[in-house]
């Protein structure tokens, strides 16, 4: 016979086995919940039609880029056009006649 020290023993180690077991099938279904809110999450982006953070970083870069760009251009023309209209109103020089 078993004495009654090794019966609650055996009762204590089967009951942390039990708990043991739940706590590890707990983790793999908050794996598993974690996996589906991804998998929903990222299907409901999608067929909104929205655009990941990265993305938009992305294009608001190509248009920061392309801003400053307009930006020097402008200036290159108002400086050119300011040259032009300088020329425009200085006289031409004389041409010499060396017949």
Known sequence: MTKTGE???SFFDDLAGMAS????IMAGA???LEALARAQT???VAKLDLVKREDLDAA??????AREQAE?????VAALE???AGAAETPPPPASTNL
């Open 7 to 9: 019966g609650r023993k």
């Open 42 to 44: 990222e299907a409901m």
């Open 72 to 76: 020097a251009l402008e200036a290159r």
């Open 60 to 65: 608001l870069e190509v248009a920061r880029r």
């Open 82 to 84: 300011a040259r032009l």
């Open 30 to 32: 908050k794996a598993e």
């Open 21 to 24: 077991g739940a706590v590890s």
